[in-house]
């Protein structure tokens, strides 16, 4: 029993850096240089600069706080952005204190722009369109819920009961239940419109691993809530097109499986100890690890 405890503990937190990794890799799926992307990106290391138009960010870990500088040098001035936060190089979008806010590179000038409900936990997960896109959740009623700002009219409306996971263009990845756990979930596929998200298509009713890469769509399907075999599937940016990739199950009896990797030509697993790669043309599957 102890062993199988150990074992449990050791999977959620490989699983929990796994899930990381693909929620942050996908936001850099096709950014181009005048779309918003996010301040800190998925390699920055805490304590780094960062560049924004003219300007120097870091985040600290001792106050946990975003510093801003004319120069990389310093000095550094303390600032309300918060660490998940959306910048086109020009004006940084975020929230702080249950406020949208926004921050203007050249004058320095924070403004806050709506206040959000006092009764959820809200991160900022996308600005795109005119439009920026907010999360918030409800820990005590395991709920989701995306709304929409409309930069022109500064109106506030509710988008979906889900959560933004990464965008490639106007099409979107969801999370559509709440988790306080590693376990799969329902995955969507969305569309952003003139009014906020419209469904297209449910990819999977329980993924775990998701992202755009190029002009292509990835995602896995465990089929039920155990996560003892996998599937991996791709299909075109809009839905279309689905093609079986791969299937993996463990040998192990309390075993799990993790698709820690995908590119356009293999993905990289992790399984009974073990991490593999997959190579799609030859269909092999090689221990590197």
Same mark, same amino acid.
């Given at each position: 029993?102890?062993?199988?405890?150990?074992?449990?503990?050791?999977?959620?937190?490989?699983? #929990?850096?796994?899930?990381?990794?693909?929620?942050?890799?996908?936001?850099?799926?096709?950014?181009?240089?005048?779309?918003?992307?996010? #301040?800190?990106?998925?390699?920055?290391?805490?304590?780094?600069?960062?560049?924004?138009?003219?300007?120097?960010? $870091?985040?600290? /870990?001792?106050?946990?706080?975003?510093?801003?500088?004319?120069?990389?040098?310093?000095?550094?001035?303390? /600032?309300?952005?918060?660490?998940?936060?959306?910048?086109?190089?020009?004006?940084?979008?975020?929230?702080?204190? !249950?406020?949208?806010? @926004?921050?203007?590179?050249?004058?320095?000038?924070?403004? @806050?722009?709506?206040?959000?409900? !006092?009764?959820?936990?809200? @991160?900022?997960? #996308?600005?795109?369109?005119?439009?920026?896109?907010?999360?918030?959740? !409800?820990?005590?009623?395991?709920? #989701?819920?995306?709304?929409?700002?409309?930069?022109?009219?500064?109106?506030?409306?509710?988008?979906?009961?889900?959560?933004?996971?990464?965008?490639?263009?106007?099409?979107?990845?969801?999370?559509?239940?709440?988790?306080?756990?590693?376990?799969?979930?329902?995955?969507?596929?969305?569309?952003? /419109?003139?009014?906020?998200?419209?469904?297209?298509?449910?990819?999977s009713k329980r993924c775990f691993g998701c992202r755009f890469v190029g002009d292509k769509l990835y995602y896995t399907d465990y089929g039920g809530d155990y996560m003892e075999k996998v599937t991996l599937y791709k299909c075109n940016r809009d839905g279309s097109g689905k093609k079986k990739l791969a299937f993996f199950e463990t040998d192990s009896e309390y075993g799990a499986i993790y698709v820690t990797e995908i590119t356009s030509k293999y993905c990289v697993i992790? $399984?009974?100890?073990?991490?593999?790669?997959?190579?799609? @043309?030859? $269909?092999?599957?090689?221990?590197?690890?």
């Amino acid at each position: 029993m102890d062993k199988l405890k150990y074992k449990s503990k050791w999977l959620l937190v490989i699983g #929990l850096i796994m899930l990381w990794a693909f929620f942050a890799g996908g936001m850099y799926a096709e950014a181009a240089a005048d779309e918003y992307k996010p #301040l800190f990106g998925e390699n920055y290391e805490f304590g780094e600069s960062v560049k924004c138009g003219k300007y120097y960010f $870091k985040y600290s /870990t001792k106050d946990y706080k975003v510093y801003v500088a004319k120069s990389k040098k310093g000095p550094y001035k303390k /600032t309300s952005i918060s660490y998940q936060s959306y910048t086109n190089g020009k004006q940084i979008y975020y929230v702080s204190d !249950n406020r949208l806010c @926004k921050y203007v590179c050249s004058s320095g000038k924070e403004t @806050k722009l709506k206040k959000l409900p !006092n009764n959820k936990y809200w @991160k900022l997960s #996308l600005v795109y369109g005119g439009k920026v896109f907010l999360t918030g959740e !409800n820990f005590d009623e395991w709920s #989701l819920q995306t709304y929409v700002y409309k930069i022109s009219s500064k109106k506030l409306s509710k988008a979906a009961n889900v959560s933004i996971i990464t965008n490639s263009g106007k099409y979107v990845l969801t999370q559509d239940e709440y988790r306080s756990d590693v376990s799969p979930y329902q995955t969507s596929l969305y569309r952003i /419109t003139a009014n906020g998200m419209k469904k297209v298509k449910t990819l999977s009713k329980r993924c775990f691993g998701c992202r755009f890469v190029g002009d292509k769509l990835y995602y896995t399907d465990y089929g039920g809530d155990y996560m003892e075999k996998v599937t991996l599937y791709k299909c075109n940016r809009d839905g279309s097109g689905k093609k079986k990739l791969a299937f993996f199950e463990t040998d192990s009896e309390y075993g799990a499986i993790y698709v820690t990797e995908i590119t356009s030509k293999y993905c990289v697993i992790m $399984k009974d100890d073990a991490t593999y790669r997959y190579t799609y @043309k030859t $269909k092999k599957l090689k221990k590197i690890s």
